[in-house]
Structure formats: structure tokens, C-alpha cells
């Protein structure tokens, strides 16, 4: 075997492969609820419907997203192999399971990745599928300056999310992905070998408010929405 | 102190294991182990088989004893082996569940006793240094800063009882494998053959058939001698640097 497949076959190699995929993701959320801060915008939906339409045509960001794609399908089948080999590693469990040696997140990261991908598929079905293969799902508006009428996703997200039951399912895929992010964000960087007094305090801070407040920030939004007149 | 006991007990590593119950009546001053030196006698004057369990120094340092407690590894003290655990921690009238290690990697050989070799595959393939680096006073040659040396030194406490893989919800032996990695690399004597010797160690830990570590860090919470996950960290470094930076092919 060359060095290459050796480093990525042996344990650390994969888990080096989840901690860049998910690093990478975790980055992705950022611009991603940038961009969702723009529904809070009372223009109409006018900033919201033009950084949609920048996301889905500028080359760079398509290229990104494939991208993107790839390396949320590694991450989620990797992790869920992982889990699978590590289950049968550890073989028969204990009779007495204790609570005291470790934290809910950090034992829970597959069921909670397997409910994050769960609520993506839904989301992605929701917005991405629609703009991407069906023809016009959203009405086109023109706006000043652009030289086209582009398609008004605005209204699309708002009218999903005066809809109850999607909104506690985007609940509970925040939800999932907050108690994820606490424990993933942290534990990359330890898989990485990054670890060290000088800086350990600031990645635990960073992973604690990330993992709080990217997911708080996305729930907000929706409840805004979903209250809304 | 009268307490119920229950234990794991399995014949052979071919036969199934139940759980059977115990009444025993122990002393407060007595270690876990002379606990179940009290059971065993009533049990070889009733005979019966007795439970079988393992023990060596019974001083905290050699690692032999390794039960699970009430579901953790060395029972529910910090930084304490079996050995070290007296039954003045427990309550009157209670109820302990006594389980061997659990890990794919460490079947059971008979009731509480697990095959660790294992561990000692993984030290033969690399947790050595080649050349002959003479006696202690030797060692003593070669002027190291004391925080180096405590670092090496604090990774060196591993007694290899393989609490961490017991602990581990993945049955992952990290923990034990990067301490011993990390006190070798630490020092001048071992530093120099760090690239070869992680990558065999962690090669190795692989084909013994462990988990991979999720960074959960039950096995630094259980750990009798507080082995630190920063050796984790210094292990995954090294391997990825060995793998892809070091001069040999």
C-alpha cells in the first residue's frame, strides 16, 4: 500500500478526514446564516432574493457548493461507518451504564449527525431541490439595477415557515445541530493534534459560543418569520 | 458492612457468562480485592467455584487489577486502582455490580479476567528504544529541563491496566497507546526514532481490532493514573507528520 491510502485507511487518518470535512462545514454555517440574517431585512425580501441569486449562479460559490456536497456525504457516511466499526469494538456493553465519565453530546455524535442529515434532506428538498429541478417554483421579480427578473425565493421561505410543522422540525435539526457542534467543534481540533495550554481555552470558548449561538441565530430567524404579520 | 455482590461470571471464553448474586459480609478497612478474598473463602468452604479475579502488587502500580465497578473502570474514585479502593466508600446494604473490561479487543478468559496481551503487541512494536542507553545514572547524563522531564514523566505513570479501552464507549486504546508514544518521543534517547515508532504503535493498535477515539475522554475521567488526553493530541500530530513529512519512504 502506498503512504497515502495507509494514512487514510488507519484510524487516525479517518478521523482526520471528519475533522477537516466537518471543519469545513462548520465554516459553511457561518456564511450560511449570514445570508439568513438578510430576511430579518424589512425590504421585502429584495437583499434576501439578491444574495440568493448570487449564490446560485456566481461560478465560484456553484464550484464551492459541489464541494460542499461532497463533504457533507463523506462526513455523514464516514461518521456513520465509524460509528458502526467503534459499536463493534466495543462489543458487549455494561450493565450499569454511568453518566459520570463523560458528556451527552460527545456519546451521542452519530444519532445527532444522523438527525442533522436527516433534517438536511428535508431542508435541501424544500429549497435547494425546487430551485435546482423544477421549473420557476418561485415568482420572478425584477429588481432595479439587475438585468434580469430573478426568482423570489423570499416569499418561499417565508410562506414554509408560517407552516407549524416545519418549523418544530427546524427545531429540532437546531437543536440537534447545537448539542453536535459543542462537542465536534472542540474535538476537531483535538484530532488534529491541536492542543495546547496556550490556546485550549480560546478553542473551548469559540466551540461553546459557536455551538450556542449559530444555531440560536438560525432558530431566531425562523421564529421571527414564523410570527411575523 | 453486609453487601450484595453482583458478578460477571463466564467458565471459559467459549461459554456464556451470567450474572450472579453474592451476599458478603466486609469490613470498611478492606480494599475491594480483600472484599473479594472474603467472598472467594466462604465460596471454596461452601465448595464452590471461586470468583476469579486479577491482582499482583496491590500497591497501585502494576496494573493487574482491573475491574469494572458500578459501571466504571477502578470503581468511582479519581486516579485510583481496585486495589487502592476501600469498601469505606461504599454503603451499608448496597448493591455492586462487579463486570470485566468490555472491548472486542479484551475477551473474556474466565468470570473478571480479560486478555490484555493486546496491550503488550502494541508496546512490542515500537514502545522501545533500539540502542543500549545504559544504566540510570547514564540517563542522568543528559541534562533535560524538569518540565520536560515531568511531561515525559506524566505519561510515563501509564500502568497499562487498560482502564481508558474499558471506559471507552468505542473500546479505543488511544489513550494507553499515545501515552506510550508521548514518553519516549519527550525525551532525548526516544526522540530520535518518534517517526518510526508512531507509526508502527498506531499500526499496530489497528490490527489488535480497538476502536477509534471520538474524543468522548472517558478514558482520561477513569484513568487511575490521570493520564492526560493531551497525549492524544501529541500522538495524532506525530502520526500525521510521520506520515506524510518524514524521510523515510
Redesign the interface.
Known amino acids: 500500500m502506498s503512504w497515502v491510502s495507509t494514512l487514510f485507511t488507519s484510524s487516525l487518518g479517518r478521523k482526520l478526514v471528519m475533522a477537516l470535512t466537518g471543519l469545513f462545514l462548520i465554516l459553511f454555517l457561518l456564511v450560511h446564516l449570514t445570508a439568513n440574517l438578510q430576511l430579518l431585512r424589512s425590504d421585502g425580501g429584495e437583499t434576501f432574493n439578491l444574495v440568493s441569486e448570487f449564490m446560485g449562479h456566481n461560478p465560484v460559490v456553484q464550484t464551492v457548493a459541489w464541494g460542499l456536497y461532497l463533504f457533507i456525504v463523506i462526513h455523514t457516511l464516514l461518521g456513520i461507518r465509524l460509528w458502526l466499526a467503534n459499536r463493534h469494538a466495543k462489543g458487549q456493553k455494561y450493565l450499569v451504564q454511568t453518566k459520570a465519565n463523560a458528556s451527552f453530546a460527545s456519546k451521542n455524535m452519530a444519532i445527532l449527525g444522523i438527525l442533522i442529515f436527516a433534517f438536511l434532506m428535508i431542508h435541501m428538498g424544500d429549497f435547494w431541490w425546487k430551485l435546482q429541478f423544477t421549473d420557476e417554483p418561485y415568482a420572478l421579480l425584477q429588481y432595479a439595477g439587475m438585468s434580469h427578473p430573478i426568482e423570489d425565493v423570499y416569499t418561499g421561505v417565508v410562506a414554509s415557515f408560517k407552516n407549524p410543522v416545519v418549523m418544530i422540525c427546524y427545531l429540532i435539526g437546531y437543536l440537534a445541530l447545537g448539542i453536535h457542534l459543542w462537542h465536534g467543534f472542540q474535538s476537531a481540533f483535538q484530532t488534529l493534534g491541536l492542543n495546547h495550554m496556550k490556546y485550549n481555552g480560546l478553542i473551548k470558548f469559540l466551540g461553546t459560543a459557536y455551538a450556542v449561538l449559530v444555531p440560536l441565530g438560525f432558530a431566531l430567524i425562523s421564529i421571527y418569520i414564523f410570527l411575523m404579520q | 458492612m453486609k453487601l450484595t455482590l453482583?458478578i460477571w461470571r463466564q467458565k471459559s471464553a467459549q461459554t456464556k457468562g451470567a450474572?450472579e448474586s453474592y451476599q458478603v459480609d466486609a469490613n470498611e478497612h478492606m480494599s475491594f480485592l480483600e472484599m473479594l478474598d472474603v467472598l472467594n473463602e466462604g465460596l471454596v468452604e461452601k465448595r464452590q467455584e471461586p470468583v476469579a479475579f486479577e491482582h499482583d502488587c496491590r500497591e497501585g502500580i502494576c496494573g493487574t487489577c482491573n475491574l469494572?465497578i458500578?459501571?466504571?473502570p477502578h470503581g468511582?474514585l479519581p486516579g485510583t486502582t481496585t486495589c487502592q479502593l476501600h469498601m469505606r466508600h461504599f454503603k451499608e446494604g448496597e448493591t455492586i455490580?462487579i463486570?470485566p473490561y468490555?472491548?472486542?479487543?479484551f475477551p473474556v478468559i474466565k468470570d473478571l479476567v480479560v486478555d490484555r496481551s493486546p496491550l503488550d503487541r502494541i508496546i512490542q512494536s515500537g514502545g522501545f528504544i533500539s540502542v543500549n542507553t545504559g544504566q540510570a545514572p547514564d540517563g542522568n547524563a543528559i541534562p533535560i529541563e524538569k518540565d520536560v522531564a515531568s511531561r515525559a514523566f506524566d505519561a510515563a505513570a501509564c500502568i497499562g491496566c487498560g482502564a481508558c479501552v474499558a471506559?471507552?464507549?468505542?473500546?479505543?486504546a488511544?489513550l494507553f497507546t499515545s501515552a506510550k508514544v508521548s514518553h519516549l518521543a519527550l525525551l532525548p534517547q526516544g526522540e530520535v526514532e518518534h517517526n518510526r515508532r508512531v507509526v508502527s504503535m498506531?499500526?499496530q493498535?489497528?490490527k489488535e481490532?480497538?476502536?477509534?477515539?471520538?474524543?468522548?475522554?472517558?478514558c482520561e475521567?477513569?484513568c487511575p493514573k490521570e493520564i492526560s488526553?493531551?497525549n492524544?493530541?501529541?500522538?495524532?500530530?506525530?502520526?500525521?507528520s510521520a506520515?506524510?513529512g518524514s524521510d523515510e519512504?
Not at chain 2, 102 to 105: D, L, S, W
Not at chain 2, 209 to 218: D, E
Open positions: 453482583k450474572f469494572v458500578n459501571g466504571r468511582p455490580v463486570e468490555r472491548a472486542q479487543a471506559a471507552c464507549p468505542n473500546g479505543s488511544m498506531v499500526h493498535m489497528d481490532g480497538f476502536g477509534m477515539c471520538s474524543n468522548i475522554k472517558a475521567v477513569e488526553v493531551t492524544i493530541a501529541r500522538m495524532n500530530r506525530q502520526y500525521f506520515m506524510i519512504k
